[in-house]
């Protein structure tokens, strides 16, 4: 069942280096808040996965926490390149980068995969590319029962799972809106579990349309974190801040510049706010 703790002592006691750690949020609802926690808290040799690394893992890789990355596209939505992702890649800064390259088709599939306990998923997928050439994790079978050519890839099983979410009850079940991405599946496939949310309520409404509710059993630790998905939005709370987007073209590419952005905005913040 889920226990509410502060974000500081939920990623504390759920989140270890080395761990495979998925921070997911389909285009808003980005956990922001609990990824600068990890970069406070310097946990290191992460295999970080996420369906689409924008900002949020260009600043966890630029500050040492990765080793992997497992991932089907990356990039500043609307504006460009990683930097601090391309340079971890093409000059080892500030430590060398693993990636493994998928489909968004791919992964949520591979969550869906690890949801249900399978070793991994089976879709059409990947006809006409390349892709499997410089991934090994990229298979063909036959199925059996119709001669169909299918993709394989190995069902996605993080450590920890990390996701923000607009409410919490006082019971711990949580619920989701919006765009809900594959917060579901990441939640039911990870070991462990942390979600953010903007406040808590008695009683989480039903999931109705574009909602999901996440039962408390299946949630190890909340934390109340409002704003805690900025830049990104929040669905009915506050508005993607799409000038910072544009902003950290400029930041990531000078290592300096970087460095002083995170001393001052995610190591110098006061731990009674976190």
């Known amino acids: 069942m889920s226990m509410f703790l502060s974000l500081k002592d939920a990623v504390a006691r759920f989140v270890r280096s080395g761990d495979r750690v998925a921070l997911e949020g389909f285009t808003h609802l980005i956990p922001f808040a609990a990824g600068h926690e990890i970069i406070r808290q310097r946990l290191t040799d992460l295999t970080l996965i996420r369906m689409t ?15 992997k990355l497992i991932f089907s596209w990356g990039g500043n939505p609307g504006v460009g390149s990683l930097h601090r992702l391309r340079e971890a890649v093409e000059k080892q800064w500030p ?12 992964m949520a599939h591979a969550y869906a995969a690890g949801a249900a306990g399978m070793p991994a998923a089976f879709f059409r997928g990947y006809r006409g590319s390349d892709l499997a050439k410089v991934n090994p994790n990229i298979r063909f079978i036959t199925c059996p029962f119709t001669g169909e050519s299918l993709a394989a890839v190995p069902a996605l099983r993080p450590d920890v799972g990390i996701v923000h979410a607009q409410q919490a009850d006082r019971d711990g079940n949580v619920r989701v809106s919006g765009i809900v991405g594959v917060q579901k599946e990441v939640v039911l496939a990870s070991a462990r579990v942390i979600v953010t949310v903007e406040e808590v309520v008695d009683r989480v409404a039903d999931g109705g349309s574009n909602a999901v509710v996440l039962p408390s059993w299946t949630i190890d630790a909340i934390a109340v974190v409002p704003g805690g998905a900025r830049p990104s939005y929040a669905h009915g709370y506050y508005q993607r801040d799409n000038a910072f987007y544009v902003a950290w073209d ?22 009674e706010v976190r």
Do not use: N
Not at 53 to 67: E, V
Not at 95 to 106: G, N, V
């Open 250 to 271: 400029a930041i990531s590419r000078d290592r300096d510049a970087f460095r002083q952005w995170i001393d001052t905005h995610v190591h110098g913040v006061a731990a």
């Open 53 to 67: 690394p924008d900002l949020l893992y260009d600043q966890m890789i630029g500050s040492g926490c990765a080793k």
């Open 95 to 106: 430590a060398p980068l693993e990636i493994e390259e998928h489909s968004h088709s791919a």
